[in-house]
């Protein structure tokens, strides 16, 4: 089974209720290891959790803190962006030259770095002087 096919899999399991979006999310670790997760909505919207979070929290919670390969899977007519948010978790995660790919229920594919989707990312070289 592919990173996509993972992803899509999770994907049926997302709570959205109230935008009726569902997202999945997958990562490949270093040992072999592929950790998912999907969205949950919340009546107030603002507390719900991302896919890509979700699958964030099942690696840390496994004992792993780095990936080196993403997918992320929505019923959208474009491949689905991680929002930006979700981009800079998955940057405190994986490296700038990790591939994440953004897929669309319909087949629609795109690769693309983490570098390439956060120029520019806040990370923890900004925190040398604290």
């Known amino acids: 089974m592919s990173l996509v096919d993972d992803a899509r899999a999770v994907r049926e399991n997302a709570h959205a209720p109230y935008s009726n979006f569902k997202v999945g999310a997958a990562l490949r670790t270093a040992s072999g290891a592929v950790y998912v997760g999907c969205n949950v909505e919340n009546v107030a919207y603002p507390?719900?959790?991302?896919?890509?979070?979700?699958?964030?929290?099942?690696?840390?919670?496994?004992?792993?803190?780095?990936?080196i390969e993403a997918a992320v899977i929505a019923d959208s007519p474009l491949p689905v962006s991680p929002?930006?948010?979700?981009?800079q978790k998955l940057a405190e995660f994986g490296a700038g030259?990790?591939?994440?790919?953004?897929?669309t229920m319909d087949g629609a594919r795109q690769d693309i770095?983490?570098?390439e989707l956060l120029p520019g990312a806040f990370t923890q070289d900004y925190m040398e002087r604290s």
């Open 113 to 115: 770095t983490l570098a």
């Open 83 to 87: 929002c930006g948010g979700c981009r």
């Open 97 to 103: 030259d990790v591939v994440v790919t953004l897929a």
């Open 47 to 67: 507390e719900g959790t991302c896919a890509e979070a979700g699958a964030i929290a099942a690696m840390v919670a496994a004992g792993e803190t780095r990936f």
